[in-house]
C-alpha cells in the first residue's frame, strides 16, 4: 500500500471530526509533506500562541511550547485517530507541553487565602474604560491556577465545550465543570463591580 493511500484511509477514517481544511492539511501531514504541515503550522499559529500566553504567563516560553507541540504534530501525526477533532488534539499536546514547562519551572502554588485579602483595585462604581476592562480581566485571569485559566480561556476565547475540553486536559467533564465553578468563583472575588457580571 503506498503512503497516499495510507494517507487516505487515515483521512477517511478521521471523518467528521475535522473541517475539511483541517483534514487536507492533515492529509499532507500523514504523507510528510512539509507544505501542507507548515499550511497547518500557520493555520493553528494564531490560536496557540494565545493560549499558550493565557496559560503560561511567559512570553519567552510560548513559542518553545509551541514549537514543541508542532513538532509533536509532525512527528507523531500516525498517532491521530479521530475520535475527537484534530483541535482537540493539538490543543491536548499544547496542554500536556505548557504544563510540563511549569513544572520544569517550579510554577508557585495558587495563593489560597488570596480571596480573604482585600483587593487593590479601583472601587465598582468607578467608570471602566475599554482598555481598563482588558486590563482588569486579565489581571483576574493571571491570578487563576494554569488549571483554571486553561478551562476559561478554552471556553471563553476558544468557544470549546467541557468534553472537548476534558480531551485537552484528560480530565473527566465533572473536573473541568468543577474548574469552571472554581474559576467564576475566583474571578468574580477578583474583579471589581459590573465586570464580574458576565460570569
Known sequence: MSDGSVAHRQTV???????????????????????????????????????LLNLLHRPQLVEEVLNDTVFVVWERSDTFRGASKLSTWIFAIAYRKAMKALRRLDEPVEDRDADMRPSGGDAPDAPFGRHRTQEV?????????????????????????????AAIMDCPVDTVKTRMFHARRHLRRLMDGELADWL
Open 13 to 51: 477514517e478521521i471523518g467528521n471530526a475535522v473541517t475539511l481544511e483541517d483534514a487536507r492539511l492533515f492529509a499532507g501531514v500523514l504523507a510528510q509533506e512539509r507544505d501542507a504541515f507548515e499550511a497547518l503550522y500557520r493555520l493553528y499559529h494564531p490560536r496557540l500562541a494565545r493560549f
Open 137 to 165: 480581566l486579565l489581571n483576574a485571569l493571571a491570578k487563576l491556577s494554569p488549571d483554571h485559566r486553561t478551562v476559561v480561556d478554552l471556553t471563553y476565547f476558544h468557544e470549546m465545550g467541557y468534553r472537548e475540553i
